[in-house]
């Protein structure tokens, strides 16, 4: 079964991050350069401390009537943040990302942030894994032609 690691080599493991003093304002500025839902807070030795996503936007400032230029990333960003190591398999980081209801999901090696996949990465990949399958079964049914 596939795992996060082959997903990670077929995407690349650039992964937008900010440190959490930085404003919100910077971080969705990023956010919206990059064309990404998520942005990753990490320390000074590339470790995870939370991460900050459009959905803490709209939780933590738009509803709370937070200045975005002056409320640090650190204040708002989900600090609880679920990892997983590259040798994980695909089927469980679908499962964990239905079950914990996140959409992005931090990879790491050896503790530190070796990478970002998203449910569209996931559902991408399932999606071409099974229309292989289907067109293998065609061409078993059918013969080549």
Known sequence: MATVRELIAAKGGDVLTI?????????????????VGAIVVTDSDSNVVGIFTE???????????????????????????????????????????????????????????AGLISIGDVNAHFAADHEAHILYLHEYIYGRG
């Not at 959490?20 to 500025?29: E, G, I």
Request: charged residues 30%; proline residues 5%; contains cysteine.
């Open 19 to 35: 440190d959490a003093s930085f404003s919100v304002l910077d971080a969705t500025a990023r956010m919206n350069e990059h064309k």
């Open 55 to 113: 959905r803490d936007v709209l939780r933590r400032i738009v509803a709370e009537q937070r200045d975005p230029a002056s409320t640090p990333v650190g204040e708002v960003m989900t600090d609880r943040v679920v990892c997983c190591p590259l040798d994980t398999d695909l089927q469980e980081v679908q499962a964990l990302m239905r079950n914990q209801r996140i959409r992005h999901l931090p990879v790491t090696d050896d503790g530190r942030l």
